[in-house]
């Protein structure tokens, strides 16, 4: 017999679901300390890194051009008036230690100091920074990455250190630079750049998804350590950049270094972090997704083609070691005497674009060159010289031998010249092997 059925009976209403919890709201309070270490970190790493991305998209100029243009003239003030320097900047060279480079960061230290206490001020009350914390992890994971797939490119295509010139094999061992000796080191062998480089894309490529953002700053941080090492310790002057590389991918893992002490150092369980999405609408997900996902391989694509368009060097038209046979300064012939030091012993070219000048004591002259028709235009490298110039007529009466005739700082110089066949060094073709019955160290 069915129960009767209570015509007044109401079911009880399903309870409504929860609106989604705002993380902001849930954070927990921050100490001021930390407050004031995060407006500090976040106004001096904006700063630094300020116009990325800009810098990587084509025709912005109008934008970025303008806002270097400011910082010129603020480095060049503060070095003149504070510092008593020429801070002017410098000419593309490759360096980055640049008085011009310490007086901006000096400068980008002291407005990160005013702007985190005046903003220290004007926002006592707020208790945390967790969305603008994510926003700038978000800045800093993709300023770091694009910069670590760049330098790893280089490698893996092998353009930032391209086979070591017929002149540095000939220069004898101890008069090379420090740096000089790691771009040999490193040019030597093809197999070491991959790995190097593949290191560096993994931990940006990493770097650029949230989930694997912590994995891909210990991958970085890993390489970045080595890198500053070798930047210091054989002054090589990228040290202002790699350091602040390395910074950056400190300042990602700080808020996991609890989670990897209690893991590594303590033993302890540690429980997965919970990656809240950064938006509500799904739309909006999916589409910064795809955008992101987009971004990254169109710029790796990019990055990619631009060291292999760099590794396409090519050889000199007169590539190789020519031995000078006769030599006159002012008129006066010159013998090949070992201690005649202003005599040349041999002319060396390798990459279009240079040549170099080795002596009877095997120091050498490197020189910007420009060949065309018979007429070759020498500079001087690096930006101190770059209005010195000179000429030299050359002519090529029969294959494998060279006449030369022109001035070099004043002083007129005739040469002739004949082609040798480099040797076959040791340093370039001793390989791999698996099997050493004994050290071959030479």
Known sequence: ?????????????????????????????????????????????????????????????????????????????????????????????????????????????????????????????????????????????????????????????????????LDRLLQPYGDASPMGLVWTFMGVSRSYNVFTGAAEMIGGLLLTVRRTTLLGALVSLGVLSDIVALNFFYDIPVKLFSLHLLAMAVFLIVPDLRRLTDMFVLGRRVEPVEIRPLFRRLWLRRGTLVLRTLLVLAFTAYTLNVSYQNSQIGKSPLYGIWNVDELEIDGQVRPPLVTDRERWRRVIFHFPGTMAVQLMSDSRERYLLHLDKGVMTLGKRGDADTKWKTTFSYTQPKPGLLTLEGTLDGRKIRAKLHWEKPPEFLLTTRGFHWINERPFSR
């Not at 001096?44 to 300020?50: D, I």
């Not at 000419?91 to 310490?102: A, C, F, K, R, V």
């Open 1 to 165: 017999m069915q129960p009767a059925i209570d015509a007044s009976y109401v079911a009880p209403e399903s309870p409504a679901p929860a609106p989604p919890v705002d993380p902001a709201c849930s954070a927990p309070i921050w100490s001021p300390a930390k407050r004031i270490l995060f407006r500090f970190a976040f106004a001096y790493l904006v700063l630094y890194n300020f116009p990325f991305p800009l810098d990587y998209i084509p025709q912005v100029e109008m934008i970025t051009s303008p806002y270097r243009e400011l910082w010129r003239a603020l480095a060049l003030w503060v070095g003149t008036h504070l510092f008593h320097v020429d801070a002017s900047p410098p000419l593309p060279n490759g360096s980055g230690d640049s008085t011009y480079g310490y007086v901006q960061v000096f400068c980008f230290l002291v407005i990160a100091l005013a702007v985190t206490a005046v903003w220290t001020v004007l926002d006592r009350k707020r208790l945390h920074y967790t969305r603008l914390h994510e926003a700038l992890r978000i800045y800093v994971r993709f300023a770091l990455g694009a910069a670590m797939i760049d330098y790893g490119t280089v490698k893996v295509i092998k353009s930032q250190f391209p086979d070591p010139p």
